[in-house]
Nanobody, 121 residues
Framework: QVHLVDSGGGLVQAGGSLRLSCAAS????????MGWYRQQAPGKEREFVA?????????NYQDSVKGRFTISRDNASNTVFLQMGNLKPEDTATYYC?????????????WGQGTQVTVSS
């Protein structure tokens, strides 16, 4: 089992910055990658924002956030960060951290509880 706690959301003006954090606990040794997703409205599908591979810290991003968002990790604390800059109103969403876990040949996924980001114009 892996437990994720998201934090760092808030209200910010367009052009501003926020840093989200996702702290992982439990069987963190089974994590092979983590990512951030967002859901812009209830009932709307969660969309991928950014991901980071645990083994080599390689990253990938949704096109709309490239150059504005940076995902990083701190291995010592098992925490993943999403540094968001030049925020736009369309970035408004609930942001969720997700961990992909492998136990032998079985794969699982875990979600954080979400943190709200609101960008005012």
């Amino acid at each position: 089992q892996v437990h994720l706690v998201d934090s760092g959301g808030g209200l910010v003006q367009a052009g501003g910055s926020l840093r989200l954090s996702c702290a992982a606990s439990g069987r963190t040794d089974t994590i092979y990658d983590m990512g951030w997703y967002r859901q812009q409205a209830p009932g709307k599908e969660r969309e991928f924002v950014a991901g980071i591979r645990w083994s080599d810290a390689s990253t990938n991003y949704q096109d709309s956030v490239k150059g504005r968002f940076t995902i990083s990790r701190d291995n010592a604390s098992n925490t993943v960060f999403l540094q968001m800059g030049n925020l736009k109103p369309e970035d408004t969403a609930t942001y969720y951290c997700k961990a992909h876990v492998a136990v032998f040949t079985t794969r699982f996924q875990y979600w954080g509880q979400g943190t709200q980001v609101t960008v005012s114009s």
